[in-house]
């Protein structure tokens, strides 16, 4: 397990530690994470993890990447916004 693997299971335990100088550290030890497979003191922060999962979806929205209006929804749009004002001046043309 690499250094990045264990800090994105470090994140949602209620054991981490924020450090700006070191990172992210554990508050038993006071160190970076350094186990192999699975860290026996890990407990689960669920609110943590949450927030976490809520802050990505967010980010996905602001980026735009779940955004449902596209090209093609706006090109239709304005092309049906074309067609009606031609309708339009066509039956105010045929009125008078």
């Not at 700006?20 to 186990?35: A, I, R, V």
């Not at 689960?44 to 596209?70: H, P």
Request: proline share 1%; with cysteine; glycine share 2%.
């Amino acid at each position: 397990m690499n250094h990045e693997e264990r800090v994105s299971y470090c994140k949602v335990c209620i054991h981490r530690k924020m450090d700006f100088q070191q990172g992210l550290l554990c508050s038993l030890t006071n160190e970076k994470p350094n186990f192999d497979k699975f860290c026996s003191d890990f407990k689960r922060d669920i609110a943590s993890e949450k927030r976490q999962k809520e802050r990505k979806e967010e980010s996905k929205w602001a980026n735009g990447s779940n955004s449902k209006v596209t090209f093609k929804t706006v090109l239709y749009a304005i092309l049906l916004i074309f067609v009606v004002i031609r309708l339009l001046i066509k039956i105010f043309t045929l009125s008078q």
